[in-house]
């Protein structure tokens, strides 16, 4: 009697022991389902903020584009010059920029010339297809200059107002010529006031 009600007892521990352990593994079970629904969830948000902040950093303003302009002289000389600069456009027709810009103007047997500088740009454009533009550059000047005593080197700064006009070929490139208005036929660093330009922007 003694040794069944002992049994019995043992047995009711048991099945309570496995119970309780049912029941953690159970929940453990819930815990990790509940992890496995809600990981997904929090990865997601997480990365739709990530993806946002990428975004919002890699959108850039459409109205700051970057330009580079070069030019090409072969009248009375060489002239080659190059002007990257970033420009903004403030309305539709109307933009400015700024940047450097750098030249070389050689004159065979008489002058070689390397400027380096800044500039400031404005466009305007006419229609669709015609552009105008204002440009001022201050240009630092080195010049080496042969005379039948030898050579004569000078360094010097020059102020340059180009008023030009141009066709765009399309909405990244234009093509056209500009004039000096202060070109000084026996000070200018250019050989013509005239420079053929062509327009590049990204």
């Given amino acids: 009697m003694k040794k069944s009600v002992l049994t019995n007892a043992l047995s009711l521990v048991f099945f309570a ?14 815990i990790d389902s509940s992890a496995t629904m809600n990981t997904p969830v929090s990865l997601d948000s997480t990365t739709t903020e990530q993806l946002r902040t990428v975004d919002s950093l890699v959108i850039v303003n459409p109205r700051l584009k970057f ?4 030019g090409l002289n072969f009248l009375g000389g060489t002239n080659i010059s190059l002007s990257p600069n970033l420009i903004y456009n403030v309305s539709d ?4 920029g700024a940047g450097v810009q750098g030249s070389y103007n050689s004159i065979k047997n008489v002058q070689k010339t390397t400027t380096f500088g800044a500039n400031v740009i404005g466009q305007y454009n006419l229609s669709k297809k015609l552009m105008s533009l204002l440009e001022f550059a201050q240009l630092k000047v080195n010049t080496k200059q042969e005379t039948p005593t030898g050579e004569i080197k000078d360094d010097f700064w020059e102020s340059a107002l180009f008023v030009g006009a141009g066709y765009n070929i399309n909405n990244k490139i234009s093509i056209g010529a500009k004039f000096n208005v ?6 200018s660093v250019y050989s013509s006031p005239i420079i053929p330009f062509v327009n590049i922007t990204f």
């Fill in 17 to 30: 022991i496995c119970a309780q352990v049912s029941s953690q593994v159970t929940n453990i079970s819930v």
């Fill in 67 to 70: 330009g580079c302009g070069f």
């Fill in 93 to 96: 027709n109307f933009s400015l």
């Fill in 182 to 187: 202060l070109y000084d036929d026996d000070e």
